[in-house]
């Protein structure tokens, strides 16, 4: 009787064993997953600043054929604001929709 339960009690600590390894090799892969995805973001936020900074120079230097420096800056700047806001002003009545379901 106490040999078969010494069998069970080291099997069942065999089993243990290897689900250990089993999920250590699981959040192995889980987390170069994640890795993964982080950088892929880092990348993706990085190219989308950039494509911003030259639709916002390009903007500029449309202005600039028409008006001086400082007037190009000020429109520049004036249609970004204009930009944003319209876009946080969409962002709060959207979110505020949801809330009021």
Request: proline share 1%; hydrophobic share 60%; glycine share 6%.
């Amino acid at each position: 009787m106490l040999r078969s339960l010494t069998d069970v009690a080291i099997a069942f600590i065999e089993l243990l064993e290897v689900e250990a390894r089993q999920l250590g090799h699981g959040l192995q892969r889980v987390g170069l997953s994640l890795a993964f995805m982080w950088v892929a973001a880092c990348v993706a936020a990085a190219v989308l600043s950039a494509a911003a900074g030259f639709l916002i120079w390009s903007l500029y230097l449309t202005f600039l054929a028409y008006f001086k420096p400082a007037a190009a800056a000020l429109l520049t700047g004036t249609a970004l604001f204009v930009v944003i806001g319209v876009a946080g002003w969409i962002a709060v009545n959207s979110m505020r929709r949801r809330s009021s379901r």
